[in-house]
């Protein structure tokens, strides 16, 4: 390279940056603004200050009617006040209540001549004033007169909205703007017994309009949380005068919230009065089933999305409620995902589920024992699959399996054959109470119980194999639904019901304490439940339930979607099973996973280790259906030590956990004890591991 073609560098310099910056004035101002008590909120914030503006147009705008209003009570007041002085009301009670009027009658007349003269020698003294004014100073002085008259009768005829007035009378109806009021709103959480008297709230958002209410975030004094108001929230309601259904309370999470910040919102009116609205999935042209499936509106009218993946789901009503609507709105999301397998069992025998059959791989809808025979054999196919998933993911690489879950592209992948399948079983109290005979590795069950136990080791173990698990019944007692089983379902929706136990069997014991009981909705509330989801079923959302209004979806719209439903599939080539034609396979009970029957067998249980044995058969001999055991109660009636007995349990993989419990007295109490769950679950486990030892 020649010479004058090199270019001299510049020189290479060593060192680090440092950022000698001072914060400027203007930040720092900034910084002092969004953080100071004594800036009022509406200043900091555009949406607050477009509120108060709105508030400031509208006094200014009703202002003269409001002077009016208060002038005309003032004169009211005062000609009341001068008519009880002129008649000397007070001394003639006096005297009738010591019973001298007659005594006293002349001193009452000759009292009343004088404050007549009184009343006289006034109003003839403020009409001369008047008149030497006006002759002084013309027309102005009579507007003077006529406008401090005015300012002193408006004055007494002040009164709050909504107040009684001036008299112990029943107050008219109350608008929501006079009750978002901050000094109503204090009085309304001191009358529910929500903070003390010497206590008051802080005001975090002051009230605007969201939607077709209010909405208002407030902090709780200290020690108070934000979980007793929601707990209390009909007792708020009746402080503030409106009805629970419109009243929604939630506690502020996340960063920008505490255990004492609770956000309100009222409604103008009742939220589910309207017209319900149509799901969504009519616009859809496929839906990918590891999306949330559009489930309903809340009372604020935003949007609630189910996620079914990694869960079950569980529907429990009464009859008419919206039980089916609601299971069918969770089966429309997957219908529409053509890489979904579905098994439909409709044990209603109607024709709700029909349409379902043009996209199932399994489907029937019967009540007769050879249906319920027919949901066993389903059962026990899945449970062989579910075994198989997990055999063919230990041989996958980390990289198409990175843990022992499907994932979304293993689902789509027709080689691996491991797509979600979800099974709905509508009315599943038909099976479960099904007492026809079975024979399992020898041993003879009722239907009933082999379904029970079937369901509940998919619900344990399918979820991570890509199982859903939907289960609809309109007999939600703890006799139809075993207690093993709705203690691993995952998501739980609760319609209307008869009484709070039905709904604590749907949502999970104590949710009535902690204000969820969907045995207060109201009849007319067709499609109205508590939804106590298992992950985040609504953007932003992190609350234990919530009043959710499930989407219209009737049979044609049903149909339709079925039928989108069977054309993406034809399109994909994934249509299988009964909806391609197939028949299901013959029933051979045999081939039922030896870890479901080995439980049942007798030889088997008398090698379960102590105390794990003793506890078993305990819990067999009181023969009833709780979740919970006390371990008082336990060790009493084995006659054991509290403290060995804790240390034996923790070997065999039951911790003991702290649980609530609503005694005789009705009082609610904590104590320690066991999971009958965890304790079933051990037992399986243990009799599974004897069963192997001793081949």
């Not at 409604?267 to 009519?282: I, M, N």
């Not at 702290?658 to 005789?664: E, F, H, I, K, P």
């Amino acid at each position: 390279m020649a010479d004058d073609a090199l270019v001299k560098a510049d020189p290479i310099l060593d060192g680090e940056l440092v950022d000698d910056t001072l914060p400027q004035p203007r930040k720092r101002f900034e910084s002092w603004w969004l953080r100071s008590r004594w800036v009022p909120t509406w200043f900091k914030d555009r949406n607050q200050a477009r509120q108060a503006a709105k508030d400031f147009v509208a006094g200014v705008v009703r202002s003269p009617f409001r002077c009016l209003g208060a002038v005309a009570r003032g004169l009211v007041a005062a000609a009341r006040w001068w008519r009880a002085w002129v008649t000397v009301r007070d001394f003639r009670e006096a005297a009738e209540q010591s019973e001298k009027l007659a005594d006293k009658f002349a001193d009452i007349r000759a009292l009343t001549l004088f404050r007549w003269k009184v009343t006289g020698a006034v109003v003839a003294g403020a009409a001369s004033v008047t008149l030497m004014a006006h002759l002084v100073y013309g027309i102005v002085a009579l507007w003077v007169v006529a406008g401090a008259l005015a300012v002193a009768l408006a004055a007494l005829g002040r009164r709050r909205e909504g107040s009684p007035g001036r008299k112990a009378v029943l107050a008219g109806p109350r608008t929501l703007r006079w009750t978002m009021d901050p000094q109503v709103l204090v009085d309304a959480f001191r009358d529910a017994k929500l903070v003390g008297k010497d206590e008051t709230l802080r005001l975090v958002e002051r009230a605007t309009r969201m939607g077709d209410g209010w909405a208002i975030t407030v902090d709780l004094p200290a020690t108070r949380k934000a979980a007793d108001v929601i707990k209390n929230r009909e007792a708020l309601a009746s402080a503030l005068a409106v009805d629970e259904v419109q009243l929604i309370v939630e506690r502020v999470r996340g960063n920008g919230g505490h255990a004492g910040r609770v956000a309100m919102w009222v409604a103008d009116e009742d939220p589910y009065a309207s017209a319900p609205r149509r799901t969504p999935l009519l616009d859809a042209a496929r839906w990918d089933a590891w999306r949330p499936v559009p489930f309903g509106r809340d009372a604020r009218d935003r949007r609630v999305d189910l996620p079914l993946v990694w869960t079950s789901l569980l529907v429990g009503a009464i009859p008419r409620q919206g039980k089916t609507f609601a299971a069918r709105l969770a089966a429309a999301g997957l219908v529409l995902d053509p890489f979904t397998r579905l098994y439909v069992a409709d044990f209603k025998a109607g024709k709700d589920w029909d349409a379902a059959g043009r996209v199932a791989h399994r489907f029937m809808s019967g009540d007769e024992p050879e249906h319920v025979l027919a949901l066993v054999g389903w059962l026990v196919e899945l449970v062989s699959e579910v075994q198989g998933r997990f055999r063919r993911m230990r041989e996958l690489d980390d990289e198409t399996c990175p843990e022992s879950k499907v994932t979304p592209a293993m689902s789509r992948d027709r080689a691996l054959d491991m797509p979600i399948t979800a099974i709905f079983v509508d009315e599943v109290q038909v099976p479960l109470e099904d007492r026809t005979p079975v024979k399992v590795e020898g041993k003879t069950l009722t239907a009933g119980e082999y379904v029970g136990e079937l369901l509940t080791w998919l619900a344990k173990k399918g979820p991570a194999a890509g199982i859903v698990l939907v289960l609809a019944t309109q007999r939600p007692d703890s006799k139809t639904i075993p207690s093993g089983l709705r203690a691993v379902l995952g998501s739980r929706f609760a319609l209307r019901v008869m009484d709070w136990r039905d709904s604590n069997i749907v949502l999970g014991e104590q949710m009535n304490t902690r204000g969820y009981d969907s045995s207060r909705l109201l009849a007319s509330h067709k499609g109205v439940g508590i939804l106590r989801p298992d992950g985040d079923a609504q953007a932003g959302g992190d609350v234990l339930a919530l009043t959710v209004r499930t989407y219209y979806m009737p049979n044609e719209d049903w149909q339709t979607i079925c039928r989108r439903g069977r054309e993406l599939r034809e399109a994909e080539g994934t249509l299988t099973g009964h909806a391609a034609g197939a028949s299901m396979p013959e029933l051979e009970m045999p081939a039922a996973p030896q870890i479901v029957a080995a439980p049942r067998d007798d030889a088997v249980q008398e090698r379960l280790p102590e105390p794990l044995r003793a506890v078993v058969e305990y819990l067999e001999d009181v023969a009833d259906d709780r979740e919970f055991v006390p371990t008082s109660e336990l060790t009493a009636a084995l006659g054991v030590e509290a403290k060995t007995f804790a240390a034996q349990m923790s070997e065999l993989g039951c911790r003991p956990t702290r649980y609530r419990l609503t005694g005789d007295d009705g009082r609610t109490r904590q104590v320690r004890g066991y999971l009958i769950a965890e304790i079933d679950q051990a037992r399986r486990e243990a009799a599974s591991f004897g069963v192997k030892g001793a081949s």
